[in-house]
């Protein structure tokens, strides 16, 4: 009995200190974030660095981790139909796809639980938990100002679920994050002017609204999976407890279900960015067609790359393939891929995942064939 009364006693004390670094944690992810975002501005750098990246630090830790653990690893490649496969640049990249997005996935839920928890439940209702069209262009606005990749949104998007936020405003969140990202826009404006760029600002403003409203038909309903699950743990909780403990309660209950597929992800994200450059070759071959957009959508709807790593790329090919093709290939492989799949078929079952993403292609493929008629600069 006194071993076991000792045992309880221990948890609770280790779980109230991993509560306080929790949030240690995560003042110091969020303040280096804008500490950069602030010096970009104060140097003159260029627009994409003046964006706070809150998931930057912990991608940067992630890559030195997985670098430090695999330099021992010889160079091995190995052919395939898809491209070469680097056995020691795959291994680097699952490490740092396993330390980045569990960590963004417990620190998210973790935030908004406190969020929730702390702030009062009316200024919740007026922003992200309306579920009418202000709370949508409170969601769009949220994804704007937070551009991450595919494999990393639809962590954020469970933590803004498991925070209140509507299935309006967490719908157009998961839309508008990957979809306006800053590298596309300022892709545009260097190809075809502040005219392009304006005109995929304002396409996918719309697109994650109409996300936010097509969500019932798409399924975009994780709460049954999240919140079911965190009013058990709730219902369990000790009246007394801190709100720091209580939220890390709720933020390990939810991550405990989704760490598995977690990891999952992250071995399919380290297996795909082997055939990263791919899609690249295929476009060259492409060129000018006018079906270019939709074979760029799905040559690159299953990888997983970041925008980052697409921009430099796609622009040297601007000279021979359109730009709404580039543009169609830049946000295939940014607003999808095969690891989101894997988190959202956890999330929101396998049919509702298929619509979710036909949603997408369907949007990319659209804007992309609208983008050369418009800019037809051949």
């Known amino acids: 009995m006194i071993n076991r009364l000792l045992i309880v006693t221990t948890r609770e004390s280790f779980e109230r200190l991993m509560s306080i670094v929790s949030l240690i944690a995560l003042v110091l992810i969020v303040g280096i974030a804008l500490f950069e975002s602030v010096r970009a501005w104060l140097t003159g750098a260029d627009p994409q660095h003046l964006v706070p990246v809150f998931e930057m630090p912990i991608a940067q830790a992630g890559k030195a981790l997985g670098k430090t653990l695999t330099d021992w690893m010889p160079d091995w490649s190995i052919p395939s139909p898809f491209g070469v496969f680097d056995v020691k640049y795959t291994a680097s990249y699952i490490i740092y796809e396993w330390f980045k997005l569990p960590i963004i ?68 969140f998961l839309f508008a994050s990957p979809a306006l990202n800053e590298f596309a826009i300022i892709f545009m404006f260097v190809i075809v002017g502040p005219v392009g760029a304006l005109i995929y600002v304002l396409a996918g403003v719309i697109a994650a609204l109409v996300t ?142 298929i619509k979710v993403v036909l949603w997408y292609a369907t949007y990319v493929m659209l804007l992309g064939l609208f983008l050369n008629q418009l800019f037809d600069l051949r």
């Not at 991450?148 to 509507?166: D, E, I, K, P, R």
């Not at 006018?290 to 790359?305: E, R, S, V």
């Not at 946000?331 to 891929?337: D, P």
């Open 212 to 353: 936010a409203y097509l969500a019932p038909f798409l399924g975009l309903d994780p709460s049954r999976l999240i919140k079911d699950h965190l009013n058990r743990h709730a219902s369990c909780s000790h009246v007394n407890e801190s709100l720091l403990l209580r939220a890390h309660r709720e933020a390990w209950s939810l991550f405990k279900r989704l760490f598995g597929v977690v990891l999952f992800s992250g071995l399919l994200a380290g297996i795909l960015v082997n055939f990263n450059l791919t899609p690249v070759a295929y476009l060259k071959q492409i060129g000018a067609v006018w079906w270019g957009p939709i074979a760029a959508t799905l040559l690159g709807l299953p990888l997983d790359i970041n925008a980052a790593s697409t921009g430099p790329m796609l622009v040297a090919l601007h000279q021979v393939v359109p730009p709404g093709t580039l543009i169609a290939a830049m946000m295939a492989t940014t607003v999808s891929s095969i690891p989101e799949w894997t988190m959202l078929d956890r999330l929101l079952g396998r049919f509702n995942a």
């Open 105 to 172: 996935l417990f620190l998210t839920t973790y935030g908004m639980t406190l969020l929730r928890l702390r702030i009062s439940t009316a200024w919740l209702e007026r922003t992200i938990g309306r579920n009418d069209l202000m709370g949508a262009i409170a969601g769009t606005l949220m994804g704007m100002v937070t551009p991450v990749c595919s494999c990393t949104v639809t962590n954020l998007y469970a933590g803004l679920v498991a925070g209140c936020a509507s299935q309006r405003a967490s719908s157009a």
